[in-house]
């Protein structure tokens, strides 16, 4: 049982250039989400899967788009990265529609824009 | 909107005393408070959680956390702090809205315990 599960570990891109985060969760849970890690600001949401074949935006949605390609997997897509995207990001996921529901986390994607 | 406040950015305590990291948080309806640490270079980890009940809420590790509506305090506790208990702590608020379980996290506190 792997939990979720997050690739690349790492990842340094050139302005302007594209890539794919991917995210996979093992626990059969609902809900999905990304979240950026930036000093000082602690963890933003950026955007969420409540369940499978939906999306939402969270609270920095700019400049992302995501995928949620079944239940298991819940990619994000940086179409033209920019220095403001270099953060460690993070994906979660829960069963969602409680009160009670914990999330668990990934190991984290340090992610580098030049 | 909910949100969470924690006021201190980093909290050193000798090993052996008695450690609080502190969050404030406002919500509007019922509060569900949620602790989570983070060590150097992984993941968030779930610690503990106030839903209902209880003012006290005893979670992994030895950490507590005491709820207090009336201060609006979710603070975490722990009697006898530990060198490995030096990490990256988060409160976090969830949504009260929608069928997803989204939180709304703290800036954190960095936890530094020496010997």
């Known amino acids: 049982n792997a939990g979720v599960t997050q690739t690349p570990k790492f990842q340094v891109l050139k302005t302007g250039q594209s890539m794919t985060l991917q995210c996979a969760q093992d626990?059969?849970?609902?809900?999905m989400y990304w979240y950026r890690q930036d000093p000082g600001m602690g963890l933003r949401l950026i955007y969420y899967s409540a369940s499978e074949g939906t999306t939402d935006k969270g609270e920095v949605p700019n400049g992302y788009n995501v995928s949620r390609l079944n239940k298991r997997e819940f990619s994000l897509r940086l179409e033209s990265a920019a220095p403001s995207q270099t953060s460690v990001y993070f994906c979660?996921?829960?069963?969602?529609?409680?009160?009670?529901?914990?999330?668990?986390f990934g190991p984290g994607t340090r992610l580098t824009v030049l | 909107a909910q949100s969470v406040a924690q006021p201190e950015d980093q909290v050193n305590v000798a090993e052996g005393n008695p450690l609080t990291v502190k969050c404030t948080y406002s919500v509007s309806g019922n509060p569900y408070l949620f602790w989570y640490v983070q060590y150097p270079n992984r993941g968030l980890q779930f610690l503990l959680k106030?839903?209902?009940?209880?003012?006290l809420v005893k979670g992994s590790y030895g950490f507590e956390a005491e709820f207090n509506k009336s201060q609006t305090s979710f603070h975490l506790k722990k009697p006898s702090a530990l060198v490995s208990d030096s990490a990256l702590y988060f409160c976090a608020v969830r949504d009260g809205t929608g069928t997803a379980s989204k939180l709304t996290f703290g800036t954190g506190t960095r936890l530094q315990v020496t010997l």
């Open positions: 626990m059969n849970h609902n809900s």
């Open positions: 979660a996921s829960n069963f969602g529609g409680t009160y009670t529901d914990t999330q668990y």
């Open positions: 106030y839903i209902t009940g209880d003012n």
